[in-house]
């Protein structure tokens, strides 16, 4: 379970351009729950998966992952156990190491230890049976540079690296959102395979409306700092594109309280 309690976040504080963004945030997700997370531009998303990764430090407010208060750790020390991939395909993986250099590097980022392991037979083969059920035939490639790959290429691979070690979460951040239609879409049921054959629970920012009621078990809008969408179960299963953007369009003009009659079949 990972609790996120009571986070605030106010950017560039006492300056002109101070820009508060999280007051008082809390949400709990549950073990092996599926969160897909939408909202406008500069609403909060990628701040929040920051401050889960540690790549940015809330104000105040905790982060408490499988009961341990991880708030104070680097991310680093969570990148062991968080798998994370970003809207660029250049990001997650590194140009000039072979594709069994880079799932190296991830396996190994893993390791609790300084002892890191060397590529051997037993790794090869483990990078075999872990890429080859993409279908893209990248186990045929192991020693190929991975600059040499296309954006979906290289995202499927930055996906597995996020996730061979198994991590107790992963964080998506708009991770279709750079590819061609047909290639965000296998890379959206590539992510929906591995998240579902592991059980990881996951929190996916997409701006795609329809991917966001598709795939994971919960939904959350966020506005302006704010959680005013939560729904899993079968209020997600009624939600319509027309009723999401009905729900943006009356924030316009209101405060926070969504009409529950929106979101009535
Ligand atoms: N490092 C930063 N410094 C100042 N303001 C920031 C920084 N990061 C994000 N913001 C601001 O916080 C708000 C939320 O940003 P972000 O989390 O990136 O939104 P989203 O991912 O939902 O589009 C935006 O108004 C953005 O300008
Ligand atoms: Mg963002």
Not at 55 to 83: C, F, N, P, V
Not at 106 to 117: G, I, V
Not at 173 to 196: G, V, Y
Request: overall charge neutral; glycine content about 8%.
């Amino acid at each position: 379970m990972l609790v996120i309690d009571n986070i605030s976040k106010t950017f560039n504080r006492n300056t002109v351009n101070e820009k508060p963004l999280f007051s008082h945030l809390s949400l709990t997700i549950q073990q092996g729950e599926f969160v897909t997370i939408i909202g406008g531009n500069g609403a909060g998303k990628s701040t929040l998966l920051n401050i889960i990764a540690g790549a940015l430090a809330a104000d105040e407010g905790q982060i408490i992952l499988e009961g341990r208060d991880i708030t104070s750790q680097s991310e680093h020390e969570r990148a062991r156990y968080m798998g994370r991939v970003f809207q660029d395909p250049l990001l997650g993986t590194s140009p000039n190491m072979t594709i069994e250099e880079n799932l190296s590097l991830a396996f190994n980022r893993a390791q609790n230890t300084a002892l890191k392991w060397g590529l051997s037979p037993k790794m090869r083969k483990l990078f075999c049976e872990t890429l080859a059920p993409l279908q893209l035939g990248l186990e045929k490639r192991l020693t190929t540079k991975v600059k040499f790959l296309s954006g979906g290429q290289r995202q499927a691979l930055t996906l597995l690296m996020a996730t061979l070690t198994k991590p107790k979460l992963l964080l998506l951040d708009e991770h279709c959102a750079a590819l061609d239609p047909n290639t965000a879409l296998q890379i959206n049921q590539l992510t929906t395979n591995i998240i579902n054959e592991y059980g990881i629970t996951t929190l996916m920012v997409t701006h795609n409306m329809e991917d966001a009621i598709r795939m994971g078990n919960r939904l959350i809008m966020l506005h302006e700092g704010e959680i005013i969408l939560d729904v899993r179960g079968i209020q997600k299963a009624q939600l319509t594109v027309g009723k999401l953007v009905a729900l943006f369009k009356e924030l316009q003009g209101r405060e926070f309280a969504y009409d529950q009659a929106l979101l009535a079949p």
